[in-house]
């Protein structure tokens, strides 16, 4: 590639210019995707490692410093990408090692606390509700009912409905979120 190419794209690419960062990424991307297969054998893990490396280069790309060429500069990235790739899937294959050596242990017990513990977290949860919009809740959830249904049966509008409904389910989440990240690492890891 020509020195002028190269302060073009790179110049380009520094005050934003998508018609730039395009012809790059066409460049590039088949070839790093080939570079990164190297390193990570799957070949969609090394198109999500090429496609963030040029999301991070869009996004840093006026505080870029390039001491060799632009091709250099994406080679290198693709090859540290993909080794801290590589790392954190040791790490997490140790992580998982030592949680399920540890977890097996309590998983029976757990398992039946868990569903005890859930139900009456939820129960709590849903009683914390305002008045009206444990209403919603409930006839949707437990009685089965249609958002139009509830709105004739409560007297307002389907709007009203969904915002409830939608108020009720973030409340809900915000309670339970702490409870569903255990629960999720427990059995991501377990």
């Not at 280069?57 to 390039?66: F, V």
């Not at 009683?127 to 009685?143: C, G, I, T, W």
Request: proline share 2%.
């Amino acid at each position: 590639m020509s020195n002028d190419l190269q302060i073009r794209l790179i110049e380009g690419l520094k005050s934003g210019d998508k018609k730039i960062f395009d012809e790059i990424f066409k460049m590039y991307y088949t070839p790093l995707c080939h570079y990164c297969i190297r390193y990570v054998s799957d070949p969609e893990i090394t198109e999500e490692i090429v496609q963030d490396l040029f999301f991070k280069l869009w996004i840093k790309r006026e505080s870029l410093i390039l001491h060799s060429s632009l091709q250099s500069y994406l080679y290198k990235a693709v090859k540290n990408h993909s080794l801290n790739y590589i790392n954190q899937l040791k790490i997490q294959e140790r992580h998982r090692q030592y949680v399920g050596f540890t977890a097996k242990e309590t998983h029976d017990s757990f398992d039946q606390l868990e569903e005890t513990d859930l139900e009456l977290l939820i129960k709590g949860a849903i009683l914390k509700l305002p008045e009206k919009r444990r209403a919603v809740f409930e006839l949707s959830r437990n009685d089965g009912l249609k958002y139009a249904q509830i709105a004739e049966k409560l007297n307002i509008s389907i709007k009203t409905v969904e915002a409830q409904m939608s108020k009720a389910l973030e409340q809900l989440r915000t309670v339970l979120k702490e409870y569903v990240l255990v629960a999720l690492l427990f059995f991501l890891f377990g």
